[in-house]
């Protein structure tokens, strides 16, 4: 088992009131699987996903990378997991406007102190990896949606990841486009056993993946005929 969560509990206080959110989570994925998480808005989706990649520390239960059980008190042990293991796409890209594509794809290099040559060789064979070679030295502002979750999911890729967490990655493109980064996920995942999990409201890609998870009212159901529509999601 890659990654794996148990009885996670996570809730939320605005002012008095307080809102339980996750009430007991279970949830697995095994090395090179391709999960979808679908739920309503406001369910939880994201706020799991931030647990599952140790940016946000559930109230209760365990999460376990590789079957070892993560410290949520132990920022270290997290951001090394984080940042060598885990890869992250968000649905408005959260790109470097000031930097030019290749830049932006070798961030995460540069930030490991990888050195700035190798970084760009790096940087140059994702880009040609996803036919984006001619827009190296673009600013962001003038790439398409597509082009943006692309040169996302390249930064994301860049120090190879076993798993790649997905937030509504196509929620902001078009149908074309969206169609696009779901073909360049399912690639990754068959050429590097990458993992993926997605979280999306798109039934349609939901069910390219290996296993569908439903999240709804704090709990999280493995997809069936009968859960999805009793779910109205
Ligand atoms: N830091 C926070 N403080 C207070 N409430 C929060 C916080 N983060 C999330 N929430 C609340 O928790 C609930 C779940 O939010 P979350 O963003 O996880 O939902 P979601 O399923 O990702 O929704 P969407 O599909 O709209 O992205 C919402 O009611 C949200 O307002
Ligand atoms: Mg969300």
Aim: proline share 3%.
């Amino acid at each position: 088992m890659l990654l794996r969560a148990h009885q996670i509990k996570k809730g939320f206080s605005n002012g008095k009131k307080r809102i339980e959110v996750l009430k007991g989570i279970n949830f697995e994925v095994n090395k090179g699987e391709k999960i979808a998480i679908l739920g309503p808005s406001g369910s939880g989706k994201t706020t799991l996903l931030n647990i599952l990649g140790t940016l946000e520390r559930p109230d209760s239960g365990e999460v376990f990378w590789e079957e070892k059980v993560l410290n949520f008190r132990d920022e270290r042990e997290l951001s090394f997991i984080r940042r060598k293991k885990m890869g992250f796409v968000f649905q408005f890209y959260h790109l470097m406007p000031e930097l030019n594509v290749l830049e932006n794809i070798m961030l995460p290099g540069l930030m490991e102190g990888l050195p700035r040559k190798e970084a760009q060789k790096r940087g140059e064979e994702l880009l040609k990896r996803l036919k984006l070679s001619e827009k190296a030295w673009q600013r962001i502002y003038t790439l398409s949606g597509g082009e943006r979750q692309k040169v996302a999911i390249a930064r994301a890729i860049f120090l190879s990841p076993k798993i790649l967490f997905a937030d509504e990655p196509t929620g902001n493109l078009d149908a074309e486009s969206a169609k696009e980064v779901v073909q360049l996920f399912l690639e990754l995942n068959q050429e590097l056993s990458l993992t993926l999990v997605v979280v999306t409201h798109n039934l349609e890609i939901a069910k390219k993946m290996d296993r569908i998870y439903l999240l709804k009212e704090g709990f999280l159901v493995e997809y069936s005929e009968t859960s999805l529509r009793e779910s109205g999601d």
